[in-house]
T-cell receptor, first 111, second 113 residues
Framework: GQQLNQSPQSMFIQEGEDVSMNCTSSSIFNTWLWYKQEPGEGPVLLIALYKAGELTSNGRLTAQFGITRKDSFLNISASIPSDVGIYFCAGQLRESNQFYFGTGTSLTVIP | DVKVTQSSRYLVKRTGEKVFLECVQDMDHENMFWYRQDPGLGLRLIYFSYDVKMKEKGDIPEGYSVSREKKERFSLILESASTNQTSMYLC????????????FGPGTRLLVL
C-alpha cells in the first residue's frame, strides 16, 4: 500500500503551547483528512481538505493541503489537556476511493 | 450527524471460532470499509464495498470475509479466529463522489484466546 509518513511520532508539550505535525507522501493525493483518536475509541474527523493550498480551521485547529498535493499539515494553537490523543492523517489518491493512513502522532499535554 | 455503529465494543473469542463483526451506518452512504488497527502498524484496510453485494479486497484480506446484503450494513467475518487476529477493528463509511470523507465507528476490540 501507499506510504504516508507522519511526524513527529509523539509530542510532549506544556499546556498553552502550539503544536505542529505533518504528513508527507511520494504520491499525489486528492483529499487529505485529519482525525483524532482517544484511547479505546474510533477516530473522529477533525478537518477535511480537498484543494491544493487550501487552509481550513476548526476552532484552535488549522490544517493545510500542501501545494504539491503530496503533504498536509495540522496545527493546534494554545493546547489544552483535552487535546491529548493520537492524531492521524489520511490521504486519498486521485485515481482511487481508498484512503491511506499515517501511523499517527501521539500528543501529550502537560498541565 | 453521521452515525456509524458497531455491534460490540469488546469481544473475547476462542481460537477456531467463527466471529461476526457488524457495522451499520445511518446516512445512506455508498461505501463501507473494514480496517484493523495494531500498535506501530496504523490502520490497515481489510475489505471494502462500494455497493450492496459488492466487495473488494484491501491490503490484508487473508483470514477474513465480508458480507453486504443491505446498503446500511457491512459485516466482517472471521471464519476461524486465530490469535494473530487479536486487534482493534474499525468500520468506516463514506458517501461516495468527488469529495470523499470517511466516518468511523467506535471500534470493536477483539481478543482471541
Amino acid at each position: 500500500g501507499q506510504q504516508l509518513n507522519q511526524s513527529p511520532q509523539s509530542m510532549f508539550i506544556q499546556e498553552g503551547e502550539d503544536v505542529s505535525m505533518n504528513c508527507t507522501s511520494s504520491s499525489i493525493f486528492n483529499t487529505w483528512l485529519w482525525y483524532k483518536q482517544e484511547p479505546g475509541e474510533g477516530p473522529v474527523l477533525l478537518i477535511a481538505l480537498y484543494k491544493a493550498g487550501e487552509l481550513t480551521s476548526n476552532g484552535r485547529l488549522t490544517a493545510q493541503f500542501g501545494i504539491t498535493r503530496k503533504d498536509s499539515f495540522l496545527n493546534i494553537s494554545a493546547s489544552i489537556p483535552s487535546d491529548v490523543g493520537i492524531y492521524f492523517c489520511a490521504g486519498q489518491l486521485r485515481e482511487s476511493n481508498q484512503f491511506y493512513f499515517g501511523t499517527g502522532t501521539s500528543l501529550t499535554v502537560i498541565p | 450527524d453521521v452515525k456509524v455503529t458497531q455491534s460490540s465494543r469488546y469481544l473475547v473469542k476462542r481460537t477456531g471460532e467463527k466471529v461476526f463483526l457488524e457495522c451499520v451506518q445511518d446516512m445512506d452512504h455508498e461505501n463501507m470499509f473494514w480496517y484493523r488497527q495494531d500498535p506501530g502498524l496504523g490502520l490497515r484496510l481489510i475489505y471494502f464495498s462500494y455497493d450492496v453485494k459488492m466487495k473488494e479486497k484491501g491490503d490484508i484480506p487473508e483470514g477474513y470475509s465480508v458480507s453486504r446484503e443491505k446498503k446500511e450494513r457491512f459485516s466482517l467475518i472471521l471464519e476461524s479466529a486465530s490469535t494473530n487476529q487479536t486487534s482493534m477493528y474499525l468500520c468506516a463509511s463514506s458517501l461516495g463522489g468527488s469529495q470523499e470523507t470517511q466516518y468511523f465507528g467506535p471500534g470493536t476490540r477483539l481478543l482471541v484466546l
